[in-house]
Structures are given as structure tokens and as C-alpha cells.
């Protein structure tokens, strides 16, 4: 028998793709296409990965891995991370609630996000999340109203915005360069801090950072610690003497062609070498990094066809399904199901009525015919979570692999979910 390892978690048996112990064919015959499909000991060993290099670097340092939920909010993707001990990253109270039903506690969550609304800031308060990471002047002054009205004490974090230069493939994933929308301005921190420190019900329990995403490097992480540390420093010389944690965000980044992943190693080694003798606790919210290497979109070649001299792979996921490559030129391999010998350079694109709705343009492919499966790697982060229903198109099936067994954690949505909330008969109010 022919046997190789593609990736992790991923292996070609005479030819046909495995993920794990289940053949790619098997699941799209008993759940259909396109579903998305996510290998549960890829997850673990990724998780793993990262919490014995933290280990080894921070064995004083007490640290926690918060798995950013937007990254893939399936509730057995976030089990599977559950049972790790891993916490969790919201940023809305749906993410609360997916969180909560996937069985993390309140101290389990951290809050982030540069729009959260006095509800939801009220249901974290509820829920008792370990701390909400509060992006403006705004922000605090709201989460003092709320934490008044409830009569508890919020415990908050500042995101500070550390103005650092940060490269990463599209401009749209970086979030921590100077006049960015997120976190507050570095040059405004220090008096926003003041005003928290100064807040009777709230708490300022650290500070907190994210600079962006699939960053490969650690120069950017190190730049904005050093200035986090100085803020920190003058805070506490300044009688702030709660500030606990340092939540240094998410952004560790993945192979998707042949770039370099991030490593992870020399990332735990900085953040030891960064926060040695400051007396806080480490939060990390990888979203990516944990996620995305475990899962393809599985997808049916539905035609072949050539126009203008180009060749066009048509396939049945399309840019509602998967939008990354539409949205950020991002670049996602795809691989044959089933090996066929020839090539052919095409574009692979969906069913959607755009232009823009493609999975890759100008690609070296397998010569796939109709009826084909297709592969589309490295899409378990900001796959499925991204869908959408445009043209109406129910989302995909969410497909989780454990070793030769498969279970359906998604059902595909039926034509009945696509106007379940539409009205037949509008009720019209008077004014
Ligand atoms: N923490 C915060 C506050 C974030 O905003 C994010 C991601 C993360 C953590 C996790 O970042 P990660 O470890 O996954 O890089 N949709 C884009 C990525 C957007 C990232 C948004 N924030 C994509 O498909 O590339």
C-alpha cells in the first residue's frame, strides 16, 4: 500500500486522501459537499505544541493559551480545546454564549473587541469573565455605568495600541500601527489608565495587546512589549498596584504555500526574556495557530470549462463558503482527493455571481474532471466562521475527524433555515 504523510493529521493512502483514519471520499459521500472538515488530534497536537514551549520557557511565569473563538466557533472544535485547558477569546455575546455551552467558566474568558455594547458588557459582567480588554476612554466609562448598575467591580485590562510596524500578508490583519481602529492610542494610555485606577467599580487588572495576525516574526511582538513594559512601569510607579496580567493577544502565523510558520519556540523564549521580574501572569489568544492547519474545505468539481483561453475549474463551494481568498488575495492550497496524474493551470472558482468569487486564480492544479473531489487546505481558522448565505446558499456541513471515526457537528442548513426568521406575513406596525 502507498502510504504518505501530506501534513499532520493529513496522510494519501494509494492516492486518496485521509484525514486521520477516514478517507476525504467516505465523508463527502455520507454528508455531501462542500463541508468543512477538521482533524481533532491536529488541534490537540497543535495546542500541545504551543503549551510545552510556553512550559519549557515560562515554568515561573504563569500563563494561560485563550483560544480566540472568531477564529472557528464550532462548539466541538471549542470542546476539543475545553478538554485541553485551554481558555477562551470573545469578543461578543454570542461568543460568550458558544462559550458558555461548550462548557468554559467565566474566569475561562477574556473579553476583547473595539465595539461591545452595554449588553454585552453586561453579560460578561454576569458571567464573570476574568477580565474585559477595554479599547477606548469610551469603552471604561460604559463598563463603570454597567458594573454600577449590576453593584459589582469589573475587573478590565487597556488595549493599548503599541504603534508598532507589523508585517503580515494583507493590510486588513494588522491592528497594532499607528491610526489603527483598535486599542487605545499609545500616547493616551497612560491618562486612560489613570482614569481607570481611579474608577470605583472598576478594576484595572493589566494591560493588554494585539497587533495582528499571521505574523511570522517575533521583532513586532518584542517592540510593543517594550513599550507595554514601560507604561507598565510608570503605572506602578505611579501607586497602580493591580495591574496583574499582560495579555499579549494572538497573531502567530501558519503555513498556507511555503511560508515560514511562526516559531513557536523562539516566541516563548522572547516572551520569557520580555517578562522576566515584571510579577504578571501571561495571557495569549492564538486563534489561527491553533486551528487552521487542522481543517480543509472538502469540494465537488461541478464543470471544466475554458474561456478567453483560461481554463476554469467550477466547483460547488464558492466565496460565501470560503471568502478568504476573494477578500485578502489569500492564498490556500488545493489538493486532489484522489490523485490524478495530469496538471492543468486553472482558475478555481464557485457557483457565486461575482467575478471576485474564486478559490484560487492562475493555479498549477490536478487536471480534476466533474464529479472530482477537491481539497481546499489549511482552512480550519476564518473558513467556516466567515460563510455567509449569499445567493442564497445554505452554509456548509462542519465534519470533525478523531481518529478512524467522523461525526457531523454541523449540519449543512436546509432551504427552510435560509427564511426561517423571514416573515410570510408582515405585520405592520402603526406609527
Ligand atoms: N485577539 C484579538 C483581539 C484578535 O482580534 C484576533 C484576531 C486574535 C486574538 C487572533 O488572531 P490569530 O491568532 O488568529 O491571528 N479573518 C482574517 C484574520 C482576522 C484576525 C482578526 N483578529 C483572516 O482570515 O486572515
Redesign the pocket.
Known amino acids: 500500500m502507498g502510504e504518505s504523510v501530506l501534513t499532520s493529521g493529513f496522510s494519501r493512502v494509494d492516492g486518496a486522501m485521509f484525514v486521520e483514519g477516514v478517507p476525504l471520499e467516505r465523508i463527502a459521500e455520507a454528508v455531501g459537499t462542500p463541508t468543512y472538515v477538521y482533524s481533532a488530534g491536529r488541534i490537540r497536537e497543535q495546542y500541545r505544541r504551543l503549551e510545552s514551549a510556553l512550559m519549557a520557557a515560562l515554568p515561573d511565569v504563569p500563563h494561560r493559551i485563550h483560544f ?1 473563538v ?2 472557528n466557533s464550532n462548539l466541538a472544535v471549542l470542546r476539543t480545546l475545553q478538554e485541553l485547558g485551554a481558555g477562551v ?1 470573545i ?1 461578543s455575546a454570542g461568543e460568550l454564549f458558544r462559550a458558555r455551552e461548550a462548557g468554559f467558566g467565566g474566569a475561562d474568558v477574556v473579553f ?1 473587541g473595539v465595539g461591545k455594547t452595554a449588553d454585552e458588557l453586561a453579560q460578561a459582567l454576569a458571567g464573570k469573565v476574568l477580565f474585559i480588554n477595554v479599547e477606548s476612554e469610551g469603552e471604561l466609562l460604559l463598563v463603570e455605568q454597567v458594573a454600577a448598575e449590576h453593584g459589582v467591580v469589573a475587573p478590565v485590562t487597556l488595549r493599548v495600541n503599541p504603534e508598532v510596524t507589523v508585517e503580515s500578508p494583507h493590510e ?2 494588522r ?1 497594532g500601527e499607528k491610526g489603527h481602529k483598535f486599542g487605545i492610542p499609545y500616547d493616551d494610555a497612560e491618562h486612560v489608565a489613570m482614569i481607570a485606577h481611579a474608577l470605583p467599580h472598576v478594576q484595572l487588572v493589566g494591560l493588554d495587546m ?1 497587533i495582528g ?2 505574523i511570522a516574526v517575533w521583532e513586532p511582538y518584542s517592540s510593543a512589549l517594550t513599550r507595554l513594559k514601560t507604561l507598565l512601569a510608570s503605572l506602578r510607579a505611579q501607586g497602580v498596584n493591580t495591574l496583574k496580567w499582560l495579555d499579549i ?4 502565523a501558519v503555513t498556507y504555500d511555503d511560508e515560514a510558520p511562526a516559531d513557536v519556540e523562539r516566541f516563548a523564549r522572547g516572551v520569557a526574556e520580555a517578562v522576566r521580574g515584571l510579577d504578571v501572569s501571561i495571557v495569549l ?5 491553533l486551528v487552521a492547519e487542522s481543517g480543509v474545505l472538502l469540494a465537488r468539481v461541478l464543470y471544466r470549462k475554458r474561456s478567453g483561453g483560461k481554463e476554469y475549474i467550477i466547483t460547488d463551494a464558492g466565496m460565501n463558503d470560503l471568502v ?1 481568498p476573494s477578500h ?1 488575495q ?1 492564498y490556500h492550497r488545493i489538493d486532489a482527493v484522489q490523485d490524478v496524474g495530469e496538471r492543468v493551470v486553472a482558475d478555481v472558482v464557485g457557483p457565486v455571481c461575482e467575478s471576485g468569487d474564486f478559490l484560487a486564480l492562475a493555479r498549477d492544479m490536478p487536471a480534476v474532471e466533474p464529479g472530482d473531489l477537491l481539497a481546499v487546505q489549511t482552512a480550519g ?2 473558513g467556516f466562521v ?1 460563510s455567509s448565505n449569499y445567493n442564497s446558499r445554505p452554509k456548509p456541513a462542519e465534519v470533525l475527524v478523531e481518529g478512524d471515526r467522523f461525526a457531523v457537528a454541523t449540519e449543512r442548513e436546509r432551504l427552510e433555515d435560509l427564511v426561517r426568521l423571514e416573515r410570510a406575513h408582515l405585520q405592520w406596525r402603526s406609527v
Open positions: 480566540s472568531k477564529a477569546d469578543v476583547s486588513y490583519i491592528t494585539h495576525s499571521q493577544g494572538g497573531g502567530l489568544e492564538p486563534g489561527r495557530f478568504r485578502y489569500a481558522a476564518y466567515m
